[in-house]
């Protein structure tokens, strides 16, 4: 919704505006939430705090990172 309220105004402004998704950002929903079209990233809150958690999550942008550069 945001992508396309940002397309209304201009296409370029949608494209190259990355947004980030600021809820509970865990280890065990950072893929479904990371690999949708329109996140670009994400704010992670408590887990950043937790070692392992936050590992979890830099793993799958990683490799979430590496998939799209491969399309």
């Given at each position: 919704a945001i992508?396309?309220?940002l397309a209304e105004?201009?296409?370029d402004l949608a494209q190259s505006t990355?947004?980030?998704y600021g809820g509970s950002v865990?280890?065990?929903n950072a893929e479904g939430?990371?690999?949708?079209e329109?996140?670009?990233?994400a704010l992670?809150?408590?887990?950043?705090?937790?070692?392992?958690?936050?590992?979890?999550i830099i793993e799958v942008a990683g490799k979430l990172a590496k998939q799209q550069q491969s399309e």
């Amino acid at each position: 919704a945001i992508r396309a309220q940002l397309a209304e105004s201009s296409d370029d402004l949608a494209q190259s505006t990355r947004i980030l998704y600021g809820g509970s950002v865990k280890a065990n929903n950072a893929e479904g939430l990371l690999s949708q079209e329109d996140i670009d990233g994400a704010l992670v809150g408590g887990d950043s705090l937790k070692v392992e958690s936050f590992g979890k999550i830099i793993e799958v942008a990683g490799k979430l990172a590496k998939q799209q550069q491969s399309e």
